[in-house]
């Protein structure tokens, strides 16, 4: 797995980073019926001209937190649909994004807070630090 902390001002950006691990989005023109669709481009870190690659990676976890901001970080697990060793389910609680039926699919989970049971106001006096 690789964990990734997104620590711009700016946020994080999730097109960006679906585009990254699932190729470019793009538009494909059929040539005999000129119907455009939606698709990705064999240009990202699980998919590549070949096909599936770094199949040794089984997700991305991906978190935007400072120290005094894991009450309020966002998480988000993001599965590699063709892991050779693929993350067993539940083993990290977060919300999860695999692919379904060729789709990306989010599930809820649970929120970094929870999971390290810290409080609303962990650690005292956060809410006087600007981020």
Not at 20 to 45: C, I
Not at 59 to 82: E, G, H
Request: aromatic share 8%; charged share 25%.
């Amino acid at each position: 797995m690789i964990a990734v902390n997104c620590v711009s001002r700016w946020g994080t950006d999730w097109d960006d980073i679906v585009d990254a691990l699932f190729g470019s989005l793009q538009v494909v023109v059929d040539s005999h019926t000129r119907e455009a669709h939606e698709s990705r481009a064999r240009d990202g870190f699980f998919i590549g001209e070949k096909g599936p690659q770094n199949t040794r990676v089984s997700a991305v976890l991906v978190t935007t937190v400072f120290p005094w901001s894991l009450a309020k970080a966002s998480v988000k697990l993001i599965l590699n649909p063709w892991a050779a060793y693929p993350l067993t389910e539940g083993v990290l609680p977060f919300e999860r994004v695999s692919v379904v039926a060729g789709k990306l699919a989010t599930v809820a989970g649970e929120s970094l807070k929870l999971v390290l049971e810290l409080t609303d106001d962990w650690p005292e006096g956060a809410d006087d630090i600007v981020d």
